[in-house]
Each structure stands twice: as structure tokens, then as C-alpha cells.
């Protein structure tokens, strides 16, 4: 079992910037990939980025903006916000795949006012 921990969500104006981080205890060797989705209110969870393997990606509303990065010894994952825009308001989470099963944060609350 993988647990994960969140912190940095806060309330911030359009413009803004944020770090959010997040901690893996646990089980957390072996973890392939760790990321970052979030949900807004009346909306699904969408990926927001990932990295694992050797790889990122960003969803198409935050690229430029936002950076992932991680530290695999560490088992932690940082997503860095700039530029935050109204639409970026959610509760971000932070998952982590590790022998094919997902594990989930239970997130952290990004609030952008215009």
C-alpha cells in the first residue's frame, strides 16, 4: 500500500503563482509514475501532468505554465503553478501508479479568483 500526502493548495488571483507538493509513505519503492489531476466543481477529474520513465506530460490548458517535477528516492512529486488562471480553481490530486494499481491523495483545494 502507497499512501500519498498533498500539501500547497491555497487561495490566490489570477496571475498568481502555487507549489503543490506531495509525499508518498508506505509501500513506495518500485513506484512507476506520479502525477497530478484535479476537479473542478460539476466537472470530471482530468489529468493536469505526469512524469515517469523518463517522460512528462502536460494537459493542453497548462503547458507553459505549469512544471512537474519529482524525486524518485524521495518518492515525491511538485507541481509548479504560474500564471494561474480562474479556470484552474479545483481540487488537485496526487496519484501514483506502482505494479499497475493507482493510488490517490486526498487533495488539495487551488482556488483562483479573477
Known amino acids: 500500500q502507497v499512501q500519498l500526502a498533498e500539501s500547497g493548495g491555497d487561495s490566490v488571483h489570477a496571475g498568481g503563482s502555487l507549489r503543490l507538493s506531495c509525499v508518498a509513505s508506505?509501500?513506495?519503492?518500485?513506484?512507476?509514475?506520479m502525477g497530478w489531476y484535479r476537479q473542478a466543481a460539476g466537472k470530471s477529474r482530468e489529468m493536469v501532468a505526469i512524469i515517469g520513465d523518463g517522460t512528462i506530460k502536460y494537459s493542453e490548458s497548462v503547458k507553459g505554465r505549469f512544471t512537474i517535477s519529482n524525486d524518485v528516492m524521495k518518492g515525491t512529486v511538485s507541481l509548479e503553478m504560474n500564471n494561474l488562471k480562474p479556470e484552474d480553481t479545483g481540487v488537485y490530486y496526487c496519484?501514483?501508479?506502482?505494479?499497475?494499481?493507482?493510488?490517490w491523495g486526498k487533495g488539495t483545494l487551488v482556488t483562483v479568483s479573477a
Open positions: 496519484q501514483c501508479w506502482r505494479f499497475g494499481i493507482d493510488y
Open positions: 508506505g509501500a513506495k519503492t518500485s513506484i512507476s509514475a
